[in-house]
């Protein structure tokens, strides 16, 4: 794409407002629509539903014993013990334990689908060190047989992100996980966007390679600022044609931009920010980087290093995402503990996620927040099961902007739940029952519940399952 210097867009543009702004009738306002592709998601049928006698954690960081959950039009509608109602379905789960659904915030499932053929590898648009232009809702293949095999695993939502190729590599979207033929069908209703950045390694490798910047880490800074240096100016622009034609002024509009469209976004505080990013200098710097441009800097995945600057990410209320024990594939992974996700969720007013970025771990993220609080009790802490499952709800909900419709147990939020044999946080724990919206879409007792893609009607087996 040919873009205009930010200084020549600011002169075009105040050249056209100069000289077409006080003369004749107002032209039609000029805006365009910030969701063209929207969510057809609707619920699943549901069926009044009253959940017995189970372990509860609510993903606020309680436990209840022997309590009782209500699910009601799709809603949670109330959690306690010796709770009743009529017309009711009821479940015995006298010996098992309910959560809220798992969300998983780093997943690149239909982007980079199961089977992994060169074909269907959509993820990384590879082409330009700033591509924010990209959507990867638009590289979304629904009939991935990894959504199946995740809600099977207790996924209910996740985000689906580009890959970690370039500086900024474009839209993440976030997903429920249902069935579905489009991915409209999925797209989790008023969801913001995410956008996804990367630190590092990965884009001056890429770019470095081709003689082109960035090459080094100082390389990629001077690639960040300068994408959003033209935001900045592309934002000016649009906020004094709104303000001309507000005074009844006639003002051209500026010409619009799919790469700055989306950079916009984030100074207006409508799509959030999701950084690749392992190092702890990296992160600090980053946070930098949305204080100077006046954004929020958002969540920090594989943030491999948050242990060193667990205070500052609190402090500036980023979250950060990161796996029990992967770590040491490439030098910027190279200086993890396993400790990292206690230490982090340790400090005040932190965030802690446990994220996956694997089509297999994704089934069982409620066993990879179980290493984290075996083995950081091994070393001093004193976690609990109603502190661990935070990382995977709660938290994970509160990355992706969703926290006020799901992950937790508390009334009036969405129905989404798992019942498990037992504690989800056991080697032996699998999900039997799933619910979306109050909807039960998995039960791993009933082959009703048990979605298959089309892809994989006739074939005997070709897929990594729970």
């Known amino acids: 794409m040919q873009r205009l210097a930010p200084s020549v867009l600011v002169l075009a543009v105040t050249a056209s407002l100069v000289g077409c702004q006080d003369s004749g009738p107002q032209d039609a306002k000029v805006s365009f629509n910030k969701n063209p592709y929207p969510s057809s998601y609707q619920a699943m049928p549901s069926e009044k539903t009253l959940i017995k006698n189970a372990t509860v954690l609510t993903g606020t960081g309680e436990r209840l014993d022997g309590a009782d959950v209500l699910l009601v039009d799709g809603k949670i509608d109330s959690i306690g013990k010796n709770l009743s109602a009529s017309g009711v379905k009821t479940i015995d789960a006298n010996g098992k334990w309910v959560t809220p659904g798992i969300i998983d915030v780093h997943s690149h499932l239909g982007a980079y689908p199961s089977p992994s053929v060169e074909s269907h590898q959509d993820g990384n648009e590879m082409t330009n060190p700033v591509t924010a232009e990209v959507w990867v809702e638009h590289s979304v293949w629904p009939q991935d047989p990894g ?270 739940v798992v019942i498990w044999n037992q504690s989800p946080f056991s080697v032996y724990a699998k999900a039997e029952q799933v619910f979306i919206d109050g909807a039960k879409v998995y039960d791993r007792f009933d082959e009703k519940y048990q979605a298959k893609s089309d892809f994989m009607l006739g074939q005997s087996t070709a897929v990594k399952t729970h």
């Open 147 to 416: 959504f199946n095999a995740a809600r099977a695993g207790g996924i209910t939502s996740l985000q689906i992100l580009p890959g970690s190729g370039n500086l900024i590599g474009g839209r993440g979207v976030t997903l429920k996980n249902v069935p579905s033929p489009t991915m409209q069908g999925m797209k989790y209703p008023e969801a913001p966007y995410g956008l996804k950045m990367a630190c590092g390694e990965n884009p001056k490798r890429v770019y470095g390679s081709r003689k082109v910047t960035p090459s080094t880490r100082m390389g990629n800074m001077a690639g960040y600022r300068n994408a959003w240096i033209e935001a900045t100016e592309y934002k000016r622009a649009w906020e004094k044609y709104e303000s001309e034609y507000a005074q009844g002024k006639n003002p051209a509009a500026p010409e619009r931009d799919l790469t700055l469209d989306t950079l916009k976004g984030v100074l207006d505080g409508d799509i959030k920010i999701h950084n690749h990013c392992y190092k702890a200098e990296e992160m600090a710097m980053m946070i930098d980087l949305g204080k100077e441009f006046n954004y929020d800097s958002g969540t920090f995945h594989h943030a491999i290093e948050a242990y060193k600057i667990s205070d500052l990410l609190a402090q500036n209320g980023n979250c950060a995402a990161m796996w029990p024990d992967w770590w040491g594939f490439k030098m910027e992974a190279y200086d993890m503990i396993q400790e990292n996700v206690a230490v982090v969720n340790a400090v005040k007013n932190s965030c802690a996620v446990v994220h996956s970025d694997s089509d297999t771990t994704i089934q069982r993220l409620n066993q990879e927040a179980g290493k984290v609080m075996y083995r950081a009790n091994e070393n001093g802490f004193e976690l609990k099961e109603e502190d661990a499952i935070v990382w995977i709800t709660q938290n994970a909900a509160k990355s992706l902007g969703i926290e006020d419709k799901t992950g937790s147990l508390v009334k009036g939020k969405q129905a989404d």
